[in-house]
T-cell receptor
Framework: KAGVTQTPRYLIKTRGQQVTLSCSPI?????VSWYQQTPGQGLQFLFE???????NKGNFPGRFSGRQFSNSRSEMNVSTLELGDSALYLC???????????FGPGTRLLVL | DAKTTQPNSMESNEEEPVHLPCNHS???????IHWYRQLPSQGPEYVIH???SNVNNRMASLAIAEDRKSSTLILHRATLRDAAVYYC??????????????FGTGTRLTIIP
């Protein structure tokens, strides 16, 4: 089976812009979660989707949003980018919400 | 949330076993113990998880203390590909849909050829 794929792998944006990141889960997986990883904060949970519904949300501002499509693919959007949003954004999928998660390679976002 | 404590770094010779320790003295009875690893420029990779009994899979073994306050990830024969940061994480589910969860700093494992 193909693993979790994320696009794009690298992205450079400027402050104030918005960005959309995409995640394709492993075939058959219905749960998708997003995480932000930075050297200082480690890996922090953003949100989780299951069957197109957001089930959990982390402590991030409303500028961070996401959605899941009927084929389980997911997107996350960050509006009004700030320098502090520079990070590795990871997507993880699992068969169900209580199953082991498998991570994608991540999208590295740099905000200038 | 229950916390875990791991050494910042460890070194091991190639083709020798590696024992990576993790202390979790405040673990609750329903917490699963998970291990993930992250290779450079990649997302975290699932290694193994367990609840009470020792677990084995094709990648590693997980030895859980009888009181569950510590655990050890065992790589039976380290290869250069095993060089990574290893994270020990507790969660009440096998999944990580938990807003409070962070991976922490983990143990950076260096394999010496």
């Amino acid at each position: 089976k193909a693993g979790v794929t994320q696009t794009p792998r690298y992205l450079i944006k400027t402050r104030g812009q918005q960005v959309t990141l995409s995640c394709s889960p492993i075939s058959g997986h219905r749960s998708v979660s997003w995480y932000q990883q930075t050297p200082g904060q480690g890996l922090q949970f953003l949100f989780e989707y299951f069957s197109e519904t957001q089930r959990n949300k982390g402590n991030f501002p409303g500028r961070f949003s996401g959605r899941q499509f009927s084929n389980s693919r997911s997107e996350m959007n960050v509006s009004t980018l700030e320098l502090g949003d520079s990070a590795l954004y990871l997507c993880a999928s699992s068969l169900d919400v209580q199953e082991t998660q498998y991570f994608g390679p991540g999208t590295r976002l740099l905000v200038l | 949330d229950a916390k875990t404590t791991q050494p910042n770094s460890m070194e091991s010779n190639e083709e020798e076993p590696v024992h990576l320790p993790c202390n979790h003295s405040t673990i609750s009875g329903t917490d699963y113990i998970h291990w993930y690893r992250q290779l450079p420029s990649q997302g975290p990779e699932y290694v193994i998880h367990g609840l009470t009994s020792n677990v084995n899979n094709r990648m590693a073994s997980l030895a859980i203390a009888e009181d569950r306050k510590s655990s050890t990830l065992i790589l039976h024969r380290a290869t250069l590909r095993d060089a990574a940061v290893y994270y020990c994480i507790l969660n009440k589910w096998a999944n990580f849909g938990n807003e409070k969860l962070t991976f922490g700093t983990g143990t950076r494992l260096t394999i010496i050829p």
